[in-house]
C-alpha cells in the first residue's frame, strides 16, 4: 500500500561520529539507509549501542553533543536536514517533525502545568490562540483515553501516573500535527497493563492522523503491534530489514534469531524453604501512609529466605516500590513490623544499627540517575566498602578490584572510568557491585532490567543469580515483566491498590486458576504476533483502556 504514498524521509548512506578522545572522531553509524512513507511506521530494534536513538534523532537533523553527521544524506519532504541552517530546523521540529522520549517524567518540567507545557510548541509556530490550543489539548487527551481530559492538563507532571504522563507527552508531539513522529522506547519502563493503554493510544492517534512514525524499541513482540516494517541495527550497521510478519516468521541474520530467541534463560526453582527456617526478612502485616494520610499499603505480609527470590508484581501505583521503601525504613508503617532474621528492625533508617544498614542493600532501576556522574567507578564501589568495612588504600583498592571482578568487569579497564563512559548494562553492573559492596545478606532488585534491551537484561538476570548462589543471598524483585518473573523467582507476590493479592510458589502462579487481577497482568505481556494487540484490545472492549486508568 506504501507504493502510492509519498515517500516522507529518505535516509541515504547516513554516517555519524562521536567525539570519544581529544580531537579523535571515531564512526558510530555505518551507512545506514531509511525510506518512511507518509502514514507508515518503521521500528527500529537492537541491542544498547546499536545506534537507534542516534539514528532515530539524526532523522530531525540532530545530533548529540559530541556527535556529528559525517556523512549521508537526510532528506525530510525534499528538504536536505543534514546542513539546514538551525533557524529552519527549528520551524520543522515540534511542527512537521516531533519526538517522543523514553521518560516522560523526566522529559516534563516539574515546575509547569502539563497543559502550558502542551500549548507552547504551537504558540511558537503561531498555530492559533492559546484558548484554541487549550481546547485542542483536551481533545488529544480525550482521544488518548486520559481521564478527566477537561481537568488532568491542569495537574503538574508528578500529580499524575506514568502512563497518563507518557500519554500526554504523546498528545504534546501531536499538537502541531506533525507528518513525523520519533518514538524513542516509549513503554520501557511501563508496567505491563499501562503498556497496552499507550500502546493503544499511540496506534490509534498515529492512524487517525495517518503520521508517519519510527518505533525504536529492544521489544520485538512491542515492535511487532505498532511497524509495518522492521530494521534490525548492530554496532550502528544494518543487519536485515523485512515487512513485519516475514521478519517473525523467517529472519534471515544469526544475529536477529538471537534477538528471538532471549529469555531462554530459566533457572530450577528451588525448593520451598523448610517451615523451621527462619526469613532474612520478614514482612508482618504492614500498613502505611504519606503524611500520615490515607493508608497506602494494607496488611501487607510476605517472607524472603536465604538463597531465594521473592518477585513483587503489579502495576504502577500498587505499592511495590512504597513496600521496599518501608523494609529499607525510609517510610515508616503505621502499622506491621518488618524482622530480620527474626529480631524486629527499627521502623526509621535513622535509627537503625551500622549493621542492620548494611544487611539491606539495593539496586535501582535507573543506573544513569543512580551514579554520581562526577565519581569514577572506583570511587562509586569504594564508599560502602570504606563506610561499613573502614577500608582504605591498598586494601580498597583490592576490594573494589574484587568486586569489579565479581560483576565481570576488567578493574584495570573499568575503575577510572565514568559512568557517562559506560552502556547500560554495565552502569547496571555497578549498581549491582556497589550494592555488594557493603557485604549484605538482602538486596531489593527495583526494576534493574526494564531499562535495559533483552540481550543486556538477559545476562543481569545470568549475573544475579550466580552472586546468588556464591553469596547465599536473598532477593526481592520488584519488576512488572512477567518474562523476568518466569525466568528467576521461586515465590511471586501480587499487588494492587496497596494490597498483596495473591501469593505463591511460582510454578503455581504461573498455573490457572488465577485471581482476575493476576490473570489482567499476564493476558497484557504482549506476544510475537502483529494481531495479538488487536486481539487483545476486542476482546476487551474499549478499546482495551481501563477507565480506572493508569
Known sequence: MNDKKEVLL??????????????????????????????????????????KSTIGLAAMGFTRDGCRISGGTVEFDGMELSNMPKP????????????????????????????????????????????????????????????????????????????????AMTAMAMACRPDLI????????????????VLAAIRNIVEQFDTAAIYITHDLAVVAQMADTIKVLLKGNEVEEADTQTMLDSPKDDYTKSLWSVREFKREQKPAPAASDTPVVSVKNIDASYDGQINILHDVSFDLHRGRTVAVVGESGSGKSTTARVITGLLPPSAGTIEFNGEPLPPRHTDRSKEQLRNVQMIYQMADTALNPKQTIGEIIGRPAEFYEGLSGSQLRRRVNELLDMIELEPDTYYRRLPSELSGGQKQRIGIARALAAKPEFIICDEVTSALDQLVAEGILRLLDRLQSELDLAYMFITHDLATVRSIADHVVVMQYGRVVEQGPKDEMFRPPHDPYTDLLLSSVPEMDPDWLTKLLESRGEDGLKAAGN
Open 10 to 51: 529518505k535516509i541515504r548512506d547516513l554516517r555519524i561520529e562521536a567525539n570519544t578522545d581529544v580531537n579523535r572522531w571515531d564512526e558510530i553509524v555505518h551507512g545506514v539507509d531509511i525510506t518512511l512513507h507518509k502514514g507508515e511506521v518503521l521500528g527500529l530494534i537492537g541491542e544498547s549501542g546499536a545506534g
Open 88 to 167: 529552519q530546523l527549528r520551524k520543522l521540529r515540534g511542527a512537521r517533525i516531533a519526538y517522543v522520549a523514553q521518560s516522560a517524567a523526566a522529559s516534563f518540567n516539574p515546575s509547569h502545568r502539563i497543559i502550558d507545557q502542551h500549548t507552547e510548541s504551537p504558540l511558537q509556530h503561531s498555530l492559533g490562540t492559546r484558548l484554541e490550543n487549550e481546547a485542542d489539548a483536551k481533545e488529544l487527551y480525550r482521544k488518548l483515553q486520559l481521564p478527566n481530559p477537561d481537568e488532568i492538563g491542569f495537574r503538574y507532571p508528578h500529580q499524575v501516573s506514568g502512563g497518563q504522563l507518557q500519554r
Open 182 to 197: 520519533i518514538f524513542d522506547e516509549p513503554t520501557t519502563a511501563l508496567d505491563v497493563t499501562t503498556q497496552i493503554e
